[in-house]
């Protein structure tokens, strides 16, 4: 069992940056892949970005642009999203995610651990 929460989210105005952090529960954190997935209201939940447990990362490049970057601190069993050059349209509710799979998967059925998500909210 792993018990994620999210934290760092709020209110910035377009342009600025935030960084969400998800701390993990559970001694085996290192081994699982984690994933960044964001829903705004009334559209559904999509794929921000993946990282591997060794650190490789893959992002949805077609709404990040390389606006985003994720990393992970094994030691301190955490995941980061760093977010640049925010958007009106990066508003959403932001979850991370957990799976043993060895890749870093963009399909929210292939993980099985799900935080509460912290809200992300993008002024104009």
């Known amino acids: 069992q792993v018990h994620l929460v999210e934290s760092g989210g709020g209110l910035v105005q377009s342009g600025g940056s935030l960084r969400l952090s998800c701390a993990a529960s559970g001694r085996t954190f290192g081994s699982y892949a984690m994933g960044w997935f964001r829903q705004a209201p009334g559209k559904e939940r999509e794929f921000v970005g993946a990282i591997r447990w060794d650190g490789g990362a893959t992002y949805n490049l077609d709404s990040v642009e390389g606006r985003f970057t994720i990393s992970r601190d094994n030691a301190k069993n955490t995941v980061y999203l760093q977010m640049n050059s925010l958007k009106p349209e990066d508003t959403a509710v932001y979850y991370c995610?957990?799976?043993?799979?060895?890749?870093?998967?963009?399909?929210?059925?292939?993980?099985?651990?799900w935080g509460q998500g912290t809200q992300v909210t993008v002024s104009s």
């Open positions: 995610a957990a799976t043993t799979s060895f890749i870093a998967p963009r399909r929210a059925q292939e993980y099985t651990y």
